[in-house]
């Protein structure tokens, strides 16, 4: 006979947001961050049920997010198809965290894994917003800036600073938020 599915058994969203604050430092999962957490919890439930990895839904970003070069360069209207990608990419780039957690799969290995994709992300969404008729010279910046502040960001958690401690305005949601907006007016 053939093999029978089972469901997984996945945290409760309660237990989800603890682990959560707690591998982020015992940040709270309140206010937007909390409503953003419980959004992605239910979106990640299914898949932790599955058995779907996070460095599948990490990879899976990547893709999308490369994959906003496509119509962002193709003019007239296609760039609307680019901000619905970034978006997509920016709740995947959320999603393989929630998924993690879920499944008790976080690693070292998804930590670096993740921010690799994230940083070729930031480069693709750059890349895109000059494809899509901006100047060139500001989208390099805009990227250089991007990695400048994850760079800033690593080297002062490794100095010791928690990383809720560095915590800025300019956090990837920020940039995918700008992304999708200035595409949008493109």
Same mark, same amino acid.
């Given at each position: 006979?053939?093999?029978?599915?089972?469901?997984?058994?996945?945290?409760?969203?309660?237990?989800?947001?603890?682990?959560?604050?707690? $591998?982020?430092?015992?940040?709270?999962? *309140?206010?937007?961050?909390?409503?953003?957490?419980?959004?992605?919890?239910?979106?990640?439930?299914?898949?932790?049920?599955?058995? #779907?990895?996070?460095?599948? #839904?990490?990879?899976?970003?990547?893709?999308?997010?490369?994959?906003?070069?496509?119509?962002?360069?193709?003019?007239?209207?296609?760039? $609307?198809?680019? #901000?619905?990608?970034?978006?997509?990419?920016?709740?995947?780039?959320?999603?393989?965290?929630?998924?993690?957690? $879920? *499944?008790?799969?976080?690693?070292?290995?998804?930590?670096?894994?993740?921010?690799?994709?994230?940083?070729?992300?930031?480069?693709?969404?750059?890349?895109?917003?000059?494809?899509?008729?901006?100047?060139?010279?500001?989208?390099?910046?805009?990227?250089?800036?991007?990695?400048?502040?994850?760079?800033?960001?690593?080297?002062?958690?490794?100095?010791?600073?928690?990383?809720?401690?560095?915590?800025?305005?300019?956090?990837?949601?920020?940039? #995918?938020?700008?992304?999708?907006?200035?595409?949008?007016?493109?």
């Amino acid at each position: 006979m053939g093999a029978r599915l089972t469901a997984r058994v996945v945290p409760g969203a309660a237990d989800y947001l603890d682990r959560w604050s707690r $591998l982020h430092g015992g940040a709270a999962a *309140t206010g937007l961050v909390g409503w953003w957490l419980r959004f992605t919890y239910r979106l990640a439930v299914p898949l932790a049920r599955l058995g #779907v990895g996070p460095d599948a #839904v990490t990879a899976l970003g990547l893709l999308v997010a490369v994959a906003v070069l496509v119509p962002a360069s193709a003019g007239g209207r296609w760039p $609307l198809l680019g #901000v619905l990608l970034v978006v997509v990419s920016g709740v995947l780039d959320n999603l393989d965290g929630a998924v993690a957690v $879920l *499944t008790d799969r976080t690693t070292r290995w998804g930590f670096v894994l993740d921010s690799l994709c994230d940083r070729v992300a930031d480069a693709a969404y750059a890349a895109a917003l000059a494809l899509a008729g901006g100047p060139w010279v500001l989208a390099v910046a805009g990227a250089a800036l991007a990695w400048l502040h994850e760079y800033a960001r690593a080297r002062a958690a490794v100095a010791g600073m928690p990383e809720i401690g560095v915590v800025t305005v300019s956090e990837r949601p920020t940039r #995918v938020v700008v992304t999708a907006m200035f595409l949008l007016g493109a």
